[in-house]
Nanobody, 116 residues
């Protein structure tokens, strides 16, 4: 089973940038569709961004379009989420998911806190 591991979260001020990373094990990383969700306290988990196996196709929630960029490095087995112009409403636990053979695997998540 694939076990994604996230990193890169932290506490920043509004307007700052952060880059999250997600490393996923397995020799077939390039066969995984992947992406990011986030969950703020008291709110439901929401989709943030997704990326196809090749990295050619990307998908974003309207709330992050133009500010966040998802990418992947199939050599380093790593998924990234570059976040710019962070706002307090972006504060949440960000979790990486891996979709392969119809099975979704989740990481533990990394906390992002944005102060005004």
């Amino acid at each position: 089973q694939v076990q994604p591991v996230e990193s890169g979260g932290g506490m920043v001020q509004a307007g700052a940038s952060l880059r999250l990373a997600c490393v996923a094990s397995g020799s077939t990383f390039s066969s995984y569709a992947m992406g990011w969700f986030r969950q703020a306290p008291g709110k439901e988990r929401e989709f943030v961004a997704g990326i196809s196996r090749s990295g050619v196709s990307t998908y974003y929630a309207d709330s992050v379009k133009g500010r966040f960029t998802i990418s992947r490095d199939n050599v380093k087995n790593t998924l990234y989420l570059q976040m710019h112009s962070l706002q307090p409403e972006d504060s949440a636990v960000y979790s990486c998911y891996v979709l392969t053979s119809g099975i979704v695997s989740w990481g533990q998540g990394t906390q992002v806190t944005v102060s005004s």
